[in-house]
């Protein structure tokens, strides 16, 4: 695993990537965040599907969308990926067929049925939500509860609350949550957080939590995920330079909505969570100079280049890349892939 991050320190890069001169149509400066779309664990969780359709063949069966994104889920789809929500939707005679979980990780309850049912898993969990698991479980066997910081009904909040046992986890959003919020022994907590929230709105419901809770006890390192951090902190660099912001994103995304709230926190009058090229708001862009565009962690590449290509058809577009900070960061796939694909080379060469 590689996780590093190279950092800049200072104001943000600027690096101009292209002109699209179109004769007669208005213009459009585009900031283009950098850092942007995919992330260390969406990059390795897609790997893993494709992995394993390569590897095993079709179908491969996968539990919830791998990623948070429709593209995503089409492309692997079309490969021969079989989405469900639930296990017994895999029929008696696939049941020697892989079955990953995704990417948002999952509760102790669905492997374990796995286990029960003879299936052949693989856990897709990112790293860094497997770091919270493993906190929030380090923290309850030292014999405290747990303050999870999260929203209701995300996949990586069930997988979170699911690694202990009912009644161990504490779910608060707001600031307002924390100020209701009544344990058995407010001396013996501990605080994790969900890793796709906004940065400042974590941040409040920790003091909020510290200044209830003065003997809580917190991560050593934060949960908040570095992808997270580093788009959030591209898209405050820009908000104020632009007059609508676009984030290439999925409804159900939580870090692409966190980065629409972000934009409009920070000085930019509007921001739109846009799917694709086909889902631009054409009357939003009228007098706009200036569009600030990001994409969530789990967008691909592809589509941002399409709304760029889409919006250089109505517009003379001057793209300039505004870098915060390059990643570096990769996570390994599961040693069972990798050592199939070694084989596999091994084999043709």
């Given amino acids: 695993m590689n996780n590093n991050a190279k950092k800049k320190h200072g104001k943000p890069a600027c690096v101009l990537v292209s002109v699209f001169t179109m004769e007669n149509h208005p213009s459009l400066k585009i900031l283009l965040c950098a850092p942007r779309g995919f992330c260390a664990g969406v990059d390795r969780a897609i790997q893993i599907v494709e992995k394993s359709l390569e ?3 079709p179908p491969v069966y996968v539990r919830h969308e791998i990623v948070h994104n429709k593209f995503v889920v089409e492309s692997l789809k079309s490969k021969g990926a079989v989405f469900i929500e639930e296990l017994d939707e895999i029929p008696a005679d696939h049941h ?6 995704s990417a948002h990780g999952v509760p102790k309850s669905v492997p374990a049925d796995a286990q029960n049912r003879n299936m052949f898993y693989i856990d897709a969990t990112c790293p860094l939500v497997t770091k919270v698991h493993n906190e929030a479980a380090r923290h309850y066997k030292m014999g405290l509860d747990i303050v999870l910081i999260g929203h209701e009904g995300h996949p990586e909040v069930i997988g979170t609350m699911g690694q202990l046992p009912k009644g161990a986890v504490h779910l608060v959003e707001t600031t307002e949550d924390v100020e209701r919020l009544e344990v058995p022994n407010p001396t013996q907590l501990a605080f994790c957080s969900q890793t796709t929230l906004s940065v400042d709105d974590t941040s409040s419901v920790v003091e909020a939590l510290k ?4 003997a809580i006890v917190g991560p050593g390192k934060e949960d908040i995920c570095y992808a997270t951090t580093n788009r959030q902190e591209a898209v405050k660099s820009i908000a104020p330079r632009s007059d609508i912001v676009f984030v290439i994103g999925s409804p159900n995304s939580s870090n692409s909505n966190r980065l629409v709230e972000v934009a409009k926190s920070y000085g930019c009058p509007s921001a739109y969570l846009v799917q694709d090229e086909n889902n631009i708001p054409w009357t939003a862009l009228k007098s706009v100079k200036t569009l600030g565009l990001t994409a969530g962690a789990s967008a691909p590449d592809i589509l941002i280049e399409n709304v760029i290509k889409a919006l250089g058809d109505k517009f003379t577009v001057e793209v300039e890349e505004v870098v915060l900070t390059r ?5 390994n796939i599961p040693r069972l892939l990798r050592d199939a694909e070694e084989h596999r080379i091994i084999k043709a060469s």
């Fill in 55 to 57: 590897t095993y063949g």
């Fill in 96 to 101: 020697d067929r892989p079955v990953i979980f």
């Fill in 211 to 214: 200044k209830k809770f003065p």
């Fill in 327 to 331: 990643e570096n960061v990769t996570f």
